[in-house]
């Protein structure tokens, strides 16, 4: 009895060794690296203590045995949430599906040592068990899972974790509560087949994360190029309109030059300047609007110049984009497009005098910048994680700041963003 004993604590000692790293590898830090190890050692030592509470001082209580155990799924799922940067339902799925990692471990050494009765084989297999798992879903998953905790999904996603707590309560009643494997060994077919089940489940769920991961994304995708068809469209229309306008014009023509010569002949300069001052206003009001070099950047300049009008906004605009630029078009559309329908928002509701944008958009071969102010009448509350405005209409909005965000990251840029007497800035950088 007192090497099952040892088996069983040399197991669970492996076992929060293994989920602390499993959290750690696969949760997005909220703190420094030193500050995350030692909340991580604190915990483990909190754990460990409880085990060997639970296996040596009342070892044969049931009750006791379950009360301990029930406080250290709560002390590590609270650890994998303290040192998450997002304490959502992600972070807990996370949490409580390496819970269901490491119980393999423990399950193999247990199986381990009732066929064999050997300590070191039992042990040996436990490692390598915890040690093959995590390599594999260190380079198979872990992309997948930290994308998927990036993402800022309307929906929370709690029931996403009903999965994982079912295969620990299965795990438990079979192979530890309140009988274990080496009482009752008929039972190892069931953990085994149940260990299957569970890697082949999680297999489908990671898939389904992906893949919704990867929808979210092409629904971005499409929101650019149905702001891009609909640039196109009023571009068209613009250039329609304007050859209409121009062809009256050249028509009026001779009309004005009749005009023209008659006043010159009875000396009347002034009217003469009025009426070449309105050809030059007419041709100027039907030339098309050209920003930059880049055509879909462009269409979406074009597009928010034309909302601004709407709300008599001022638009004050500094750009420098090339017709090649050495990032996703779409993707630096899409992030443009979101500042600047954030900041309509704030500056439509400004007093009349205070309503402007000012942009400097800037992308060369060696950086992109993207700074923008405008006039804020109220009060911005901001992210603490991500520093960025965070949006207070509700549910499913603000999901163009974390677009922003995204885009940013990818680019190993830098985001830096305030607000100063009712003037708010944000300055995207990215130096290539």
């Known amino acids: 009895m007192t090497d099952v004993l040892y088996v069983k604590n040399i197991s ?15 949760t997005i830090p909220r703190y420094s690296k030193k500050r995350t190890l030692v909340i991580c050692a604190l915990s483990f030592a909190f754990t460990t203590a409880m085990s060997q509470l639970k296996m040596i001082v009342l070892p044969d209580n049931a009750l006791f045995y379950f009360i301990i155990t029930i406080i250290q799924i709560i002390a590590a799922q609270l650890t994998g949430l303290l040192i998450s940067e997002r304490r959502n339902a992600k972070t807990l799925f996370v949490g409580l599906s390496a819970s269901n990692y490491v119980l393999v471990g423990s399950i193999i050494a247990s199986i381990l040592y009732i066929f064999t009765d050997n300590i070191i084989v039992s042990l040996t297999g436990n490692l390598l068990a915890h040690i093959i798992i995590l390599l594999i879903f260190y380079r198979k998953i872990r992309t997948i899972i930290l994308r998927f905790c990036e993402r800022d999904m309307e929906k929370n996603g709690w029931e996403i974790c009903l999965i994982p707590i079912f295969f620990y309560c299965a ?3 079979i192979a530890f509560f309140p009988y274990t494997l080496y009482d009752h060994p008929e039972n190892i077919l069931v953990s085994i087949f149940l260990m299957i089940t569970m890697l082949v489940s999680y297999v489908v769920v990671i898939h389904y994360l992906d893949s919704e991961t990867k929808y979210v994304t092409e629904l971005w995708k499409n929101a650019v190029l149905k702001s891009y068809a609909k640039g196109l469209e009023n571009q068209n229309y613009l ?18 030059s009749m005009m023209i010569d008659s006043l010159l002949d ?3 300069y002034d009217e003469i300047r009025n009426i070449t001052g309105h050809i030059e206003e007419v041709v100027n009001d039907n030339k098309i609007k050209h920003y930059c070099e880049n055509l879909i950047i462009n269409i979406v300049l074009m597009n928010m110049a034309e909302y601004a009008a709407v709300f008599s906004i001022a638009l004050h605009l500094d750009v420098l984009i090339p017709t090649h630029i050495p990032v996703n078009e779409y993707e630096f559309a899409l992030t443009l497009a979101n500042l600047f329908e954030n900041a309509l928002i704030s500056a ?13 958009i800037h992308c060369t071969e ?3 910048l993207v700074d923008m102010a405008n006039e804020c009448a109220e009060e911005i509350h901001f992210d603490p994680i991500t520093g960025l405005p965070k949006s207070r209409r509700g549910k499913g909005h ?8 995204d885009f940013c990251s990818e680019m190993g840029g830098t985001i830096d963003c305030y607000c100063e007497n009712n003037r708010f800035r944000i300055i995207l950088y990215v130096k290539f």
């Open 398 to 405: 603000g999901l163009g700041m974390q677009s922003v965000h």
């Open 348 to 360: 439509k509701q400004a007093e009349p005098a205070k309503k402007y944008i000012d942009a400097k």
């Open 266 to 268: 009875q000396g009347e």
């Open 171 to 173: 795990f438990s009643s």
């Open 239 to 256: 250039v329609k309109q304007s050859e209409q306008n121009l062809k009256v014009l050249r028509h009026d023509m001779r009309h004005y």
């Open 12 to 26: 669970y000692t492996m076992s929060h060794i293994f989920f602390l790293v499993f959290v750690y590898l696969f």
């Open 366 to 368: 060696e950086f992109l």
